[in-house]
């Protein structure tokens, strides 16, 4: 068996036809990949974590009126 007999050449196909194989191609390429986006997911994660545990430990160690005067100036913004 050739690779001749698997595949119609590119010579002998119709304009759609070849049309058709580009749409494939392009579609293709332009597929995202889980592993990628999960890798994304998991860089964004880990950027947002440090951010969020730093503002809660300073958070945490506020008395209730150094909070309502933090929330007081932020509103005067």
Not at 10 to 31: G, K
Not at 33 to 45: C, H, M
């Amino acid at each position: 068996m050739q690779l001749i007999d698997l595949v119609k050449p590119i010579e002998a196909c119709s304009d759609e036809e070849l049309l058709a194989r580009l749409r494939v191609i392009r579609s293709n390429r332009d597929t995202i990949r889980p592993a990628g986006q999960a890798r994304a997911k998991r860089a964004a994660k880990k950027g947002s974590q440090g951010r969020v545990s730093k503002v809660e430990s300073i958070l945490m160690g506020l008395t209730d009126a150094q909070k309502k005067q933090l929330i007081l100036e932020l509103g005067e913004c």
